[in-house]
């Protein structure tokens, strides 16, 4: 049975670029959720997927959006990058109904120099 | 308001019980959650707790709600040097599909 999965590990980007971090729920699961995770801090939460909309979202600006896809997997987007955007970027799948039981991938490390 | 806090570091040696311990703010029915971070994984559940319990063993796991004071701690019992991690408590925030983390407890076991 397959985890979730996030791709790529790593990333180093410039300020002002844009970047896009993949996932894929566990086996079952449908709904996305997505969080940052600053050094030494715990993960706060972006938002959140199911049905392909955005069902909820945390205090984060605009320029963080996703995307889900009929496969239930889904993309994190930031534009115009600033070097506190630098973190690692967990992905979390869960069933709707089933919300209590997240699943955590191991997440893509985003420097931005 | 929303926030979670934890102590920042906890040293146990090999055997001993280890007590890491949260505080929240949310005063409405909610889900309590522990999670363990290993270095370069991301997060694990290890066990949830409802606000309208006061107690949750599973296995080398207990956990403890203080209702009152907001107050939940999980205790492992014989603590292992594979048990060296990051510990989080969190909440999920009544009527949202958010969590709320704390800052994370780092426990170091010495042999």
């Known amino acids: 049975d397959a985890g979730v999965t996030q791709s790529p590990t790593h990333l180093i980007k410039t300020r002002g670029q844009q970047v896009t971090l993949r996932c894929s729920p566990k086996?079952?699961?449908?709904?996305v959720s997505w969080y940052q995770q600053a050094l030494g801090q715990g993960p706060q939460f972006i938002f959140q997927?199911?049905?392909?909309?955005?069902?909820q979202r945390g205090n984060f600006p605009d320029r963080f959006s996703g995307h889900q896809f009929p496969n239930y997997s889904s993309e994190l987007n930031v534009n115009a990058l600033l070097l506190g955007d630098s973190a690692l970027y967990l992905c979390?799948?869960?069933?709707?109904?089933?919300?209590?039981?997240?699943?955590f991938g191991p997440g893509t490390r985003l420097t931005v120099t | 308001g929303e926030d979670v806090e934890q102590s920042l570091f906890l040293s146990v040696r090999e055997g001993d019980s280890s007590v890491i311990n949260c505080t929240y703010t949310?005063?409405?029915?909610?889900?309590l959650y522990w999670y363990k971070q290993e270095p370069g994984a991301g997060l694990q559940l290890l066990t949830y707790?409802?606000?309208?319990?006061d107690m949750k063993q599973d296995q080398r796991l207990t956990v403890l709600l203080n209702k009152k004071d907001k107050h939940l701690s999980l205790r492992i019992a014989d603590t292992q040097t594979g048990d060296s991690a990051i510990y989080f408590c969190?909440?999920?925030?009544?009527?949202?599909?958010?969590?709320?983390f704390g800052t994370g407890t780092r426990l170091k076991v010495l042999a």
């Open positions: 979390a799948s869960s069933l709707r109904t089933g919300f209590l039981e997240q699943y």
């Open positions: 086996s079952g699961h449908d709904t």
């Open positions: 997927y199911y049905e392909e909309e955005e069902r």
């Open positions: 949310d005063s409405s029915s909610t889900y």
């Open positions: 707790i409802f606000s309208n319990m």
């Open positions: 969190a909440e999920s925030i009544p009527g949202t599909y958010k969590y709320i």
